[in-house]
């Protein structure tokens, strides 16, 4: 049961040690990057991911290995109140608590580490990365997560911003005419309130954010995070794809890493991201391989209240992906105002480019 023995530090020492040997020889160098070729390191996320991606890459370029690089970049958006589907200021469930989702994942030796339903800690990716380092397990949810968090140093503070709690509130007292709370029609007025309608829209008011990023260091290596506070006023205790290996993010230096952000359950059900990766294991473009893995979301797509009248899914799901060459890509299923993704890659600033799509609304 090697699996299971405690490792002594002697131990740990000596299979550190092999692991750099056998992933050296496990990994030819890859391509140098030509004038040709995409330059990198180079850095991949969702449309939030701006500031995220470059500093990413300034972090490879320091010598960071991509999963740490990754997890720097996406401490941005944890810490931004203004973004209300990540960390800090992230929309609560629908008891009004802030849970937490995110995992980390490093392609060169294959491990992994998550947490799910984390409350009161700020940067989640990093207690993920933590699990990662300090475990030999890999995904940590609810209380059992925040006691490992306490264990590593992290701070607990109240995630719950007081926009998120007007917001909340607001969904609270609309959601329903057969309960007791009742909207009082000032609210909307509120510049809290005006400011998340122009945001996000009023008319579905279950909108959600995420970021993913996929890291790939000048030698071709990958590392990913995706981080998340969840569908907006999910089920308490409601998991979805972000921490989930396989689904909400997964990497293998020797091809590729992906990623997704959007609705959750149709990306469990596809397993997406390793689905991506695979796709591009048999050659496909990290653009086509996100667009068939997006084709094959849509044929498990099979409950009439996911479809629309034309038999198409009804929610959006975006697919992130880099292969060890540099080259990224991105898709989406519907084509929205919001269908682009993040790029930087060494010696270019960061820019958002347009996600391929399967579907267009007439009216976007
Ligand atoms: N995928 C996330 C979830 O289902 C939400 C999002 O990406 O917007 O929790």
């Known amino acids: 049961m090697p699996e299971e023995r405690t490792l002594t530090r002697r131990d740990l ?3 550190t040690a092999k692991a750099a040997a056998v992933a ?9 990057a030509t004038a040709a070729g995409p330059a990198r390191p180079v850095a991949v996320a969702s449309r939030n991911g701006l500031a995220a991606v470059k500093l990413a890459v300034e972090r490879m370029l320091a010598g960071a290995v991509p999963v740490n690089a990754a997890v720097a970049g ?14 800090y200021g992230g929309l609560p469930n629908e008891d009004g608590v802030v849970q937490l989702d995110a995992a980390v994942m490093d392609g060169t030796t294959m491990r992994a580490g998550a947490v799910a339903a984390l409350e009161r800690i700020k940067h989640p990716a990093a207690v993920a990365l933590e699990v990662m380092r300090h475990t030999n397990r890999i995904l940590l949810v609810g209380e059992g997560a925040l006691k490992f ?9 109240n995630l719950l911003t007081e926009r998120s709690r007007k917001i909340w509130l607001l969904w609270k007292e609309n959601a329903s005419g057969k309960d007791d709370w009742l909207p009082d029609p000032k609210e909307v007025e509120d510049p809290d309130i005006r400011w998340f309608i122009e945001q996000y829209g009023d008319s579905y008011f279950r909108p959600a954010g995420t970021i993913h990023l996929s890291a790939c260091a000048a030698d071709g290596r990958l590392g990913c995070c995706t981080t998340t506070s969840g569908l907006f006023f999910k089920v ?3 998991v979805g794809d972000s921490p989930l290996v396989g689904c909400g993010l997964y990497c293998d230096s020797e091809v590729g890493s992906a990623g997704g952000t959007g609705h959750g359950e149709s990306n469990i059900i596809s397993v997406g991201a390793h689905t991506v990766v695979e796709f591009m294991r048999q050659g496909k473009s990290p653009e086509a391989a996100c667009l068939a893995t997006l084709e094959r979301v849509a044929g498990n797509t ?3 209240y996911l479809k629309d009248e034309a038999g198409r899914p009804k929610n959006n ?4 992906a ?10 989406a299923i519907w084509a929205t105002a919001r269908s682009q993704y993040a790029v930087c890659r060494a010696g270019s600033e960061p820019q958002l480019l347009d996600c391929a799509y399967l579907y267009k609304r007439e009216k976007a």
């Not at 996406?74 to 960390?87: L, R, S, T, Y």
């Open 74 to 87: 996406v401490a941005i958006p944890e810490g931004d109140p203004d973004e209300v589907g990540v960390g």
């Open 302 to 304: 099979r409950l009439a």
């Open 236 to 238: 308490s205790g409601r």
């Open 149 to 157: 968090a306490r264990a590593h140093g992290f701070p607990e503070e």
């Open 322 to 331: 880099v292969n060890r060459a540099g080259e990224v890509g991105s898709a």
């Open 24 to 32: 050296a020889i496990a990994l030819p160098a890859a391509k140098a």
């Open 317 to 320: 799901l975006y697919l992130y």
């Open 13 to 15: 020492i000596a299979t």
